[in-house]
Every structure is written in structure tokens, then in C-alpha cells.
């Protein structure tokens, strides 16, 4: 069996500030016009990410980047509230119910309800491209000088699969740095377990730090 690989969150922020911030340009990608990166953290470190995440934002405005952060939390909940109170309301009272005959069957109701809203290029990947060209266009010729970091991925689970926001948004980031924070575990040298629940995924071509 492969045994995880638990980076330290301190190390992986350093590697990828340092790789970010090179003189001849954001390094986080080995190919110049994909440049993803993800860093993975366990989920029992969300407060410490968060923590490291503010820091490193504040300190890149204050030497003049743009830095545009995304949580996907957010995007969830305004697209589950854009359905309407309405039904809101009678997709958690068929969930109660379901829920006290059979836990798993509910949970499979509110995936089947919710995944449409957020899966597919039009879904939450739809509202990140949206984002990222708008941050883009208010940020003209500062490709190289900004950051959009896409966070709170955790909310997701255990509805969306970050390999697949990846690739609806592949393409659409008008070639700014982006970097995923990624709730799990890496395994091997390209495998990432989301939530460190799911098996472990390979669909990525980012770069993993550290």
C-alpha cells in the first residue's frame, strides 16, 4: 500500500511564495501558459492554513500585487441560495426525513438535488472563470504581479471534485497564477485523496508543493 505523504504546510508555503515571487516571473508550473498550482493540507490544519493564507496575501499587497481570493464555500451557498427559499426549504425537510429512516439515502438526495447547480463548466467552475476575468480585466498588464488563490474547497465534499473545477477553468484564467488549496492527502507523487476520504485521484496536472 502507498503510504501518504504529508507535507509540512509551513515548507509548502514557503516553497511556493519563493517559486511565486522569482525574478523572472511566478515559477509555480513547469509550462508557462498553465500555470496552476495546488497545496495540500490536511483538513485538521484549515484554521492554521487560513491563518498562513491571510498572512501571505497581506504581505504580497503591501510589495503591490493583486491578490484575488476565492472561496468556493461561498460560491456554493450563493448558488444553492439562488434557487430560492422556497426550495431550500422542502429539500431540507425531505432530507430530515429521509434522514431518520436511512442517513446514507439522504445524503444521496441532497447530492442529487445540489450537483447540478454546481457541476460542469457553467456550474462553480462557471462563477471561478467569471471571477478570475474580471479580476483580469480591473488588473490590466499585472499578470506577473498577481495571485487569485481559490480556497475553502472543503465545502464541496462530498458534492465536487477539485480535479474537475480544474479542468472547466483550464483555459480561462487569462494566464494569472493560481493556487488551489486542497483539503487531504497527497500520495505518491501525483495522487491527492480530497478530505483525505476519497481514493486517491491522479486527474491533475498542476504542480503539488512542496
Known amino acids: 500500500m502507498t503510504e501518504p505523504m504529508f507535507g509540512d504546510l509551513d515548507q509548502a508555503l514557503a516553497a511556493f511564495k519563493r517559486d511565486l515571487i522569482a525574478d523572472d516571473g511566478p515559477q509555480i508550473s513547469t509550462m ?4 496552476f498550482a495546488i497545496l495540500p493540507y490536511l483538513p485538521s490544519e484549515e484554521f492554521k492554513l487560513r491563518q498562513r493564507i491571510l498572512s501571505l496575501t497581506e504581505e504580497l ?4 500585487w493583486a491578490v484575488l481570493p476565492i472561496s468556493l464555500q461561498q460560491l456554493l451557498l450563493e448558488r444553492i441560495r439562488g434557487t430560492g427559499q422556497e426550495v431550500i426549504d422542502a429539500l431540507i425537510a425531505r432530507e430530515r426525513r429521509l434522514y431518520e429512516r436511512d442517513p446514507e439515502r ?19 467552475a462557471g462563477d471561478v472563470a467569471r471571477l478570475i476575468r474580471e479580476f483580469a480585466d480591473q488588473h490590466p498588464d499585472m499578470e506577473d504581479r ?5 480556497g475553502r474547497a472543503g465545502a464541496l465534499y462530498p ?11 483550464d483555459g480561462k484564467t487569462r494566464n494569472l497564477p493560481v493556487v488551489l488549496l486542497y483539503p487531504g492527502k497527497r500520495e505518491d507523487q501525483s495522487g491527492l485523496s480530497f478530505m483525505c476520504e ?4 491522479r486527474d491533475y496536472r498542476p504542480r503539488i508543493y512542496p
Not at 108 to 124: L, N, T, V, Y
Not at 146 to 150: D, E, K, M, T
Open 61 to 64: 499587497r503591501a510589495e503591490g
Open 146 to 150: 498577481s495571485l487569485v488563490i481559490i
Open 32 to 35: 508557462r501558459n498553465y500555470r
Open 198 to 201: 476519497l481514493p486517491a485521484d
Open 159 to 169: 458534492f465536487f471534485r477539485s480535479s474537475a473545477l480544474l479542468k472547466h477553468i
Open 106 to 124: 439522504a445524503l444521496a438526495h441532497i447530492r442529487e438535488k445540489i450537483a447540478p447547480h454546481i457541476e460542469g463548466p457553467d456550474g462553480i
